[in-house]
């Protein structure tokens, strides 16, 4: 394997997870007794510009695909997250009915609603079909294609630039990043604006985040991997914001290396210097992970087989890929998790990859009444508690694995 930036060869391994379907892929009933395909799920570091990043082992054709069940409305933390970026954003570009905003990686419709509302033109690109049809219910248009130089070079000619391209959570899930970002310099306006969020490989290693790691991230990115690419195409980086979305994400603003004309703020420079402080360019910073992580499996099986043995009833909230990846590393099944709990009706009715865990609706907890319910969604999990307080009377207790064993 080579690195999908600067093609480097591959062997220092960063996490090895095992095999494991992909985080995404429900099962229904029907398909229950049918063989699962399974992929590795290993992780390395290119020793030559630190890209932390998995081999493309299913395609993202495959991943992103009709039967995709991700829909980002169903979490009001990230939708008022993306009404706040929404309004700042304008503000700050002073945008218009002149303007265009483009989403990459649109989803349902979640964030460009609010641009919408402001009576600011918008189109999304969004490859998975269900969420577009969502995001075209509510009047926004979708392309739904995946982004690279084929499709800019597209806009381009139809004079669809942007004044501000956008991307949260998309540039961890692309296999050709050099594609990826070199299509943005073409679907960018000269003195346009690009943001993209994505959740920072400085706190994955801080606070264990294993989680995190499934399939459809191709990618674990630090600022200063991101500086090195967006570089190399020809894009400057002259802001960043640290945010606690995701357990922590970075937000970078871009803009081209010629036309730009905005100044640098200093936190992109300050940030650089922090991971180099860290380590991040030096191969001994992504040394012991596996140990940490292997320390989870452990605490977290334990304490499943201890409550199970007990007598304790114990169900999940949030059918969230990260679940996924933690359940099947630990090898959980549907005897020590009776069910998740997820507010998504496209997931309710199926079956969560590999645990074979049903997903339900959240009338089956009142009915059910455990005694713990693992939070899978740690990243939510103020959101989740509050929602779910009345659990507490009759001494429902909260679960997190995640850095470590937490019993709320």
């Not at 294609?145 to 391209?165: I, R, W, Y």
Request: glycine share 6%; hydrophobic share 40%.
């Amino acid at each position: 394997m080579n690195c999908r930036y600067c093609k480097h060869p591959l062997s220092k391994v960063f996490v090895d997870l095992g095999e494991t379907p992909p985080s995404n892929s429900f099962r229904a009933k029907e398909d229950l007794g049918k063989p699962e395909p399974v992929y590795p799920l290993k992780l390395y570091v290119c020793e030559k510009c630190f890209l932390v990043q998995v081999d493309e082992y299913k395609k993202a054709e495959e991943i992103f695909s009709a039967g995709y069940v991700y829909f980002s409305s169903y979490s009001t933390s990230w939708l008022e997250h993306a009404r706040r970026y929404a309004g700042m954003m304008t503000e700050r570009l002073q945008l218009n009915a002149a303007s265009r905003v483009i989403e990459i990686a649109s989803n349902d419709g979640y964030l460009l609603q609010y641009f919408k509302e402001m009576k600011i033109p918008v189109l999304g690109i969004e490859p998975t079909l269900g969420t577009a049809r969502v995001a075209r219910e509510k009047g926004i248009e979708t392309i739904t294609e995946f982004f690279g130089v084929a499709l800019a070079k597209t806009l381009a000619s139809q004079n669809q630039k942007a004044d501000l391209l956008l991307g949260n959570n998309v540039l961890a899930h692309v296999p050709d990043l050099n594609d990826f970002v070199a299509g943005m310099t073409i679907a960018l306006k000269e003195t346009g604006v690009i943001t993209m969020e994505f959740p920072h490989l400085v706190k994955l290693v801080a606070d264990n985040q294993f989680d995190t790691i499934y399939h459809e991230h191709f990618s674990y990115l630090s600022l200063t991997t991101v500086h090195t690419v967006f570089n190399r195409h020809g894009l400057s980086l002259f802001d960043v914001d640290e945010l606690p979305t995701h357990g922590g994400s970075l937000r970078i603003y871009a803009q081209h290396h010629q036309t730009g004309i905005h100044a640098e703020s200093g936190r992109v420079a300050a940030l650089l210097l922090a991971e180099k402080e860290l380590g991040v360019t030096g191969t001994a910073y992504y040394e012991g992970f596996q140990q940490r992580t292997d320390r989870v499996k452990k605490e977290f099986t334990a304490f499943l087989e201890q409550a199970h043995a007990s007598g304790k009833k114990v169900c999940a909230y949030g059918a969230a890929a990260k679940g996924n990846t933690l359940l099947n590393y630990c090898g959980i099944h549907n005897d020590l998790i009776s069910f998740v709990v997820d507010a998504s009706p496209y997931k309710q009715g199926l079956y969560l990859p590999g645990s074979q865990v049903p997903v339900v609706a959240e009338e089956e907890l009142k009915k059910f009444q455990p005694d713990f319910i693992v939070i899978l969604p740690w990243n939510i999990k103020d959101e989740i508690m509050q929602q779910l307080g009345y659990v507490r009377s009759w001494n429902c207790q909260f679960v997190l694995a995640v850095p470590t064993l937490q019993i709320l």
